[in-house]
Every structure is written in C-alpha cells, then in structure tokens.
DNA sequence: CTCCTGTCCTGCCGGC
DNA sequence: TGCCGGCAGGACAGGA
C-alpha cells in the first residue's frame, strides 16, 4: 500500500542507484511487457528515452515522477501492489512474474516495474509539463513542505460534511495520504474518524496537521538510516518494516486498556480507538 | 461544488 | 484437500 512515505523511498532509492555523483545511469532499452496497466503505457517512452541518461527524480503526492537530459520524463503511480527492483550491473536480471516495464541499463543493471494487481501506472510527460499534468491538477498541498500547517489544512476542510477520515484520502485536500496514514495521523491527533471534516478547525486542525507531518516522517525515517536499508532481499524498494498503533490492529489493546475497533467508512477499512478519539 | 457507489486487478485467507 | 467468495485498496467515472 505506498503512501508518501514509501513512494518518497522509492524515488530515493532510484536518485542513489541511477543518480551517482550527480551523473545519471544510460538507458540502453525500455521495454513493455504488455501494452497497458491501469491505462495504456506510452507506445512512443521507448523511444523516447533509449540512450538517454536519467537526470532527476522528484516527487509530487504518490507519484514519481522521473527525467532524463532531454527533457522526456515519465510519471509513475504504484497503485496498490506496484514495486521498483533495482537489479545491479553485477548481478543477472531473471523476470518474474508481473514484471511489465523493464530499464536495460548501459551497464547492465536493470530497473523494473513489478505490479501484480496493474493498479498502478506509467504515463510519458515532460519537464516542462509535468506539473500541468491532469494527475496533479488540483492536488493538495504536499503535508512534508513548509507551507503545510493547520490553518492551510482547516481552511481545506471547511465547509466539507462528510466524515474527516474520508477527506484525508481525498489527494484534493492533502497530498500522499493513504487508509493507513490517515487511520494513523487521526488516532496521533486524538479525533475519531467519523468527525465532519468541516469541524476539524482551529486547535483540531493544528494537532492533525502537526500528526500528518510526523506520521509521514517517521515513516520515511524507518524506511531506511542508510541508502543499503530501502532494498528488500530481491531489489525491491518502498515496502518496508512498520509498526502501526491502529491499523490492522482490530481488537488489540491500546494504552494498556482501550481496544481498536474497525468500521467501514466509503468502502474503505478504518481502524481507530472510540476512546481515545473524538 | 460535494458526496456516494461501482470499477479495475490479482493474491490471499477463511469457511465449508 | 480443494474450491469459492470476499476482501484489500488508489484513482477516477458517473450519477444524485
């Protein structure tokens, strides 16, 4: 399930094995190993982007968002089972299963998108349009940046009746969170997930808000100390070791007392403690 | 505009 | 043991 966090891994993983003293890794070849995920990948990417050196990496919401020198870039979404393998020039690259977008690299290595459910995507931009993009239009502000504080979250709430955990997946009203982050950041802040999210303002606001910043951080911090830390066994990036105080935690038992309950709120699992929010 | 529901897809898990 | 139903979830379309 990437959230920001684990999309902020993946794109820092790609900088550190494609990105080395500042000089981007050559692509010999981009393959697809099917002509279409969630929608129909960029026929013309391979061409596009064969010899080219990679020249950044950036992250908007739970995007990647990835250049080489020409200016010919891609925006990549990992859905829900989405994962990049990095798989070194010294090791031999042996596809798996779901393996549908494959980097041959000049030097032998290879990246690879493995997305057993296709949820995720892959769509060809450019760095002079990519913000324009429809993915991004109208995103809310990204919760790790400066200008992200209660009062920019509260005045993005106002006037919404539906429940405050529904907003938070809303990628209008912040950017990046998911059911996890958003059933973590709401038991951090103290306020049950069936609140109307218009009347989560001022000192409700700031503590969810102060929540978000620290529930996203904290994760990235336990995704990796060290670049070595992000790679699972197989290459893979992004999933890492969590320990979660609510989510998919029904039942157990919080401050040494109050059980997790789970409802279902717009089709999706919500884990909190009635408790300890309100 | 908001809100709500259904859709996409595969793997996994529980029940019989 | 094997099969089947249900569930997981991010984005988006379409209807109220």
């Given at each position: 399930?990437?959230?920001?966090?684990?999309?902020?891994?993946?794109?820092?993983?790609?900088?550190?094995?494609?990105?080395?003293?500042?000089?981007?890794?050559?692509?010999?070849?981009?393959?697809?190993?099917?002509?279409?995920?969630?929608?129909?990948?960029?026929?013309?990417?391979?061409?596009?982007?064969?010899?080219?050196?990679?020249s950044?990496?950036?992250?908007?919401?739970?995007?990647?968002?990835?250049?080489?020198?020409?200016?010919?870039?891609?925006?990549?979404?990992?859905?829900?089972?989405?994962v990049?393998?990095?798989?070194?020039?010294?090791?031999?690259?042996?596809?798996?299963?779901?393996?549908h977008?494959?980097?041959?690299?000049?030097?032998?290595?290879?990246?690879?998108?493995?997305?057993?459910?296709?949820?995720g995507?892959?769509?060809?931009?450019?760095?002079?349009?990519?913000?324009?993009?429809?993915?991004?239009?109208?995103?809310?502000?990204?919760?790790?940046?400066?200008?992200?504080?209660?009062?920019?979250?509260?005045?993005?709430?106002?006037?919404?009746?539906?429940?405050?955990?529904?907003?938070?997946?809303?990628?209008?009203?912040?950017?990046?969170?998911?059911?996890?982050?958003?059933?973590?950041?709401?038991?951090?802040?103290?306020?049950?997930?069936?609140?109307?999210a218009?009347?989560?303002?001022?000192?409700?606001?700031?503590?969810?808000?102060?929540?978000?910043?620290?529930?996203?951080?904290?994760?990235?911090?336990?995704?990796?100390?060290?670049?070595?830390?992000?790679?699972?066994?197989?290459?893979?990036?992004?999933?890492?070791?969590?320990?979660?105080?609510?989510?998919?935690?029904?039942?157990?038992?919080?401050?040494?007392k109050?059980?997790?309950?789970?409802?279902?709120?717009?089709?999706?699992?919500?884990?909190?403690?009635?408790?300890?929010?309100?």
């Amino acid at each position: 399930m990437p959230e920001l966090p684990e999309v902020e891994i993946v794109k820092r993983g790609l900088e550190g094995a494609l990105l080395v003293d500042g000089v981007g890794a050559r692509i010999d070849t981009l393959t697809f190993n099917r002509p279409n995920l969630r929608v129909l990948l960029p026929v013309h990417l391979p061409d596009a982007l064969k010899g080219q050196r990679f020249s950044s990496f950036t992250r908007r919401g739970k995007y990647v968002v990835a250049f080489v020198e020409s200016g010919a870039g891609f925006i990549l979404h990992l859905g829900m089972s989405g994962v990049v393998k990095i798989i070194p020039k010294d090791e031999r690259y042996i596809p798996a299963k779901h393996d549908h977008v494959v980097f041959k690299m000049d030097d032998g290595g290879h990246v690879v998108f493995n997305d057993p459910r296709r949820f995720g995507f892959l769509k060809a931009t450019t760095r002079d349009d990519w913000q324009f993009d429809d993915s991004f239009r109208g995103m809310g502000p990204e919760p790790l940046s400066n200008g992200f504080n209660g009062p920019i979250l509260a005045e993005r709430l106002k006037g919404r009746s539906g429940p405050i955990k529904t907003a938070l997946l809303d990628q209008k009203i912040v950017a990046g969170v998911g059911n996890i982050y958003a059933c973590e950041a709401l038991y951090m802040a103290g306020i049950s997930p069936k609140r109307s999210a218009g009347s989560v303002q001022g000192k409700r606001a700031e503590r969810l808000a102060a929540a978000i910043v620290d529930v996203l951080t904290r994760a990235i911090e336990s995704g990796g100390s060290s670049l070595k830390d992000y790679y699972q066994a197989d290459g893979s990036l992004g999933y890492f070791q969590h320990s979660f105080k609510v989510y998919d935690r029904e039942g157990d038992i919080v401050d040494g007392k109050h059980p997790v309950v789970r409802i279902v709120q717009s089709g999706r699992s919500t884990f909190y403690c009635p408790a300890k929010q309100r």
